[in-house]
């Protein structure tokens, strides 16, 4: 194989999106754009698209469409037209289930946003800087489901701000109890998504199916993974989840107690120093620092922090002392590149550099 | 004295309102201008809009200004000047401690947003509902300090959601612990207050000097008067203070911890069934029911139930388990209202209606 | 035929609401609550909610639902299931052609806010202060169509604004040309209507065949009755129509070009003065004045202004020369209530007190 | 003179920015940050932000400061303390006056962003692309108030959206009338500018002074040098001036008439051949195009396209048959950037391409 980190342009992996028109769809094709090792060569989607340029078939939210994008031709949601190896799933839950076991049983690599398969015990559910050794999973899916693909699952896009700032603590002074309440961009709805009668001037106290997610999903993401299984982290959390009129940006506010518990000044240096999985550095969309630590009182900002690291970080502030746990602190990142589309790609950078697709033909 | 509930309009209190131009203090003017047992014949503010009719001195924010009220001359913060004895102070921290002192020392009766005497061991800091026999600390505050007159206060507008909202759940089951998240309204900042740029589109995690307030208030609030002295209530709080692109309404996600936990059905009837003080019942400004529990899983909204109330009820929902704690819900109020000047019309007609009065001379 | 404007509550006609789950048939359910003169009896909406209690088929958006209304079920779009003789419709275009007309066929007055019938010849368009007395028009509609019962139709939500507050200058400077620039609030669109993606920190200059029916309903409205058929004025008008991210009120921004152009301070005179047809002084809905003029500089504001009398008035400010033609002003007025369920209503209320509902049998 | 466009970095301008701290300033030290000719080494500000550090004394808005910028320390804006030849201002109106012609008189290029000089007879008003050659009324200038150095201006911000988008029809057209209505954002009013309590869910129908400027400042920026001075276009334009709850891009909706009405086609073709000055091409900030045509009917939006060109393209859309005039379209473009801070750099790029800095001593 040869250092995917100089990947030729001629050698980029050609890949599919799966529910392409729609919000992370969307951002899928603008952040493969210009990927230096994969190649976005099909798009699929549901019937009402099938057989309509990718132009035509979208209502394009941000920026510029792609034009080579845009002019390719939607692909139905099935293995049999899609040749790519590497498939990136934008779809949605209530069809997700089928099509991705679909794609994984015709040997393709499945990088999932959905969340049919993230408490599967056989599937890996990635953040990569935090546990990307948990890939190690797919064997066990492989060999218990007879796939010659695989999925990969990316997590909820609010469990991501929450494991990704507390990873750094959890390693060093073990989380035991987490209070989160979250104040959530209006793009995590897709699109349409949210009403604007709802939401203007506005705060929503309830996202649907939300809390019970990041309750769960958090033990898994930090769990260990002991050669044959992930052992969930002993993390008890408590969740709020808040709907806001802001674009794009999920912020947290964290109440954490831990095993033992770090000064806040400990806090930040370990959050500061803290590097992630040495497998991800130099990923084409790994962020650098991966956590972004603001010592400003009134920060992050989704509006003003969220396309930090490329929308790939994760910024941090306000971590002081709590007055019942340990520690207070503010997490806030990209709900739809660091917790959808560009989670998924980082996760599937990272199988390519560490070699999880020895075995799968680029083409 | 005759019964203050059924007041004629000729036998009103006349009141005046210092810091009348200001965001809280249009308030006031607002919800004075038709109000049965206070007639408004007094405003006053800072030197720079004394001599002006406070038409001309006031940049007015919601609605219609009271014409009665446009056309009386501002007057200075000074209990030479101003001859009314309810006073209602809207003025800012910086200069309400002297001057709510001079007029209380000037045998005024000043009901205080301010937060500078909220915390002093012998001033009320007073929500009716809740606690409004705290008002017992005015005989030991008139005797230790020599004044005729006296200071009542009303609390930060984030912990009057929060106090109102647990305290029918205190009284029966004891609060000892609580994780406060709050999403606070810009009106909270008064006018010009958060700058657009800072807030469109975005929150802002930290509001200057509120998590301590909200921390330390509650415990007096909730604190019982042994006849002498208001014991804190043993409760500890971490807070979270968030500014969001709301106009009005303070929401605070609420996590709970009990002496004697109940289960959320229980929880549901003792806030359904909650009448608050006899005492306050009746009083023009009580909102009935006071707390309003909301089953709708996405209720309360700000700006759907804000005006709930005429803005004085307090709206609770999502009271559900907590996974650390026993109770979980989300509650909020109008903080301009309930949170400011209606808190202080309530106070001062709740001493009225209690005989707090006698002695005061009316005119 | 009694007082209509003495109206005992045992009096009340009883009247339905077609499309009553929508966004405007709320508005309907909202203000017909406490009417003086109608008594909701009925309301219908779609196959999908029919059979359902309205609480269980209604997301409701705005206040409390009533609650005698939400105890009724919901009832097909069809004369044989409703009896109310007036019938309120909120339909949309896609269905109200049929249906309101199987409605007129069946003896009904269907008051609509749909856009099929609004230029029919033999059909009124109505805003009751401006043209009430193209109501005699529906003799014609009755006799050509065979009809027992008629449809009145009232103006899309952006012309009313336009057309109340041209009115007073019209009949007496002749307005001839108009360039109307609007400003419209989301809830136009409906529910769920503009996407929060779409319209948070930004605006839309586009909204879908809204420019033609200003341009066009402009002349009817302001047209004259000649004994059989509306000669239209003589009026040209280039519309831009733009959304913005505002709750309630659309804003119009207008260059006005007469054929005897008034000063400004004549035309605010006009404006003050006017009081529209006198037969709709005293109508419950009807505000007084219909038209507030305001000396701000920086009014009409739609979240200032826009509960104005009780959401019926028209609020204009910034009269002023243009530098082209002959006056330039900003009007405002709620669109939901004035320019569209409001309006019907009014309508609705004309019709009784001057007895166009004799030979309607109530019941 | 080296070729400026292939400059070394070495051998880049040094430059001053006046006003640093405010919103404008900041947008100047963002766009200098890493610009190919300039080199931005000093800051200066008022007195209250003098001798601290431009990051100690800034609240910067925006993105990250740029390191560099943020350890230099604060000068008083006065020609003694500053060394810099090329002095871009952002300073208030109120103080730019006197400031800028000490500057000016001391030997500096001094690119204004205020509105004192801009209608001055012998005052460059610069848009590059559209007027590039009002430059040469510097020499003017220059012998006429003996200065050595000299003031260009560039456009009130609206109006450089309205110029923009005209320019290309007036040059073969000729534009004789226009109704310009503009929805703004409350950038352009500066930092703190617009108090969230004003604008959210809301719209304010004016904007002070602006009406008269851009009315005023269209005609210099379409008129003709004749040798000596300015022709001013014979342009009648009738402005309504609105602010609207986006934090960045003014939309202008336009309606014009012209000596010889081209077809929106021909108009649309036009627009899209326009290149501008050929002596702007290739300037490091000069856009391509500069003016971005959008074929969809609802663009242009000033969220989705407001940073076309780097903030530097005009973006125009909807063109189409006026039923008053001949053409109405609607154009956007960044208010801060192109309408502020990029074009002073555009005016500055331009003077050293062309050489009109000759005989300027570097440093």
């Not at 250092?3 to 094709?29: D, E, H, I, K, Y």
């Not at 754009?33 to 132009?55: C, M, Q, T």
């Not at 996202?207 to 993974?225: H, M, Q, R, V």
């Not at 954490?256 to 969309?285: C, I, M, N, Y």
């Amino acid at each position: 194989m040869t250092n995917p980190r100089s990947l030729l342009a001629a050698n980029r992996w050609p890949v599919a999106v799966l529910g392409a028109t729609g919000a992370v769809g969307q951002a899928f094709v603008r952040l493969l754009a210009d990927h230096p090792w994969f190649d976005l060569v099909e798009i699929a989607a549901s019937e009402r698209s099938v057989g309509k340029s990718y132009r035509d078939a979208t209502r394009w939210l941000e920026g510029k469409m792609p034009e080579r994008t845009a002019k390719l031709t939607v692909k139905p949601c099935d293995p049999l037209e899609i040749k790519a190896k590497i498939v990136f799933s934008a779809l949605d839950s209530s069809v997700a289930g089928d099509v991705e076991a679909a794609f994984a049983a015709a040997g393709r690599v499945v990088l999932s946003n959905a969340k049919n398969y993230r408490m599967a015990d056989d599937v890996p559910l990635v953040i990569p800087e935090v546990n990307g050794h948990h890939l190690s999973l797919l064997d066990r899916q492989r060999s218990e489901r007879g796939w010659p693909g695989g999925i990969v699952t990316n997590a909820n896009c609010a469990v991501t701000v929450i494991a990704m700032a507390l990873a750094p603590l959890h390693e060093k002074f073990h989380v035991r109890k987490v209070f989160a309440t979250t104040m959530q961009a209006v793009s995590g709805a897709g699109y349409p998504g949210v009403a604007s009668l709802d939401i203007l001037g506005n705060t929503i106290p309830y996202i649907g199916d939300e809390e019970p997610k990041i309750e769960l999903e958090l033990t898994k993401l930090l769990g260990t993974y002991d050669g044959s299984r992930i052992v969930p982290a002993e993390i008890v959390t408590s969740a709020h989840a808040n709907r806001v009129a802001v674009e794009h940006g999920h912020t947290v506010c964290l109440s954490v107690q831990f095993e033992h518990p770090p000064t806040p000044e400990v806090a930040l240096d370990t959050l500061r120093a803290w590097k992630g999985d040495p497998a991800v550095h130099g990923l084409p969309s790994a962020p650098s620092p991966a956590i972004i630590v603001r010592d400003e009182l009134d920060r992050p900002q989704p509006r003003r922090d969220v396309m930090d690291g490329r929308g790939m970080a994760v910024t941090v502030g306000r971590v002081r002392r709590d007055n019942i746990f340990d520690l207070r602190l503010v997490a806030m990142a990209h709900n739809v590149i660091r917790g959808a589309a560009g989670g998924s790609i980082l996760n599937a950078e990272l199988m390519v550099a560490s070699g999880q697709l020895i075995g799968i033909n680029r083409t």
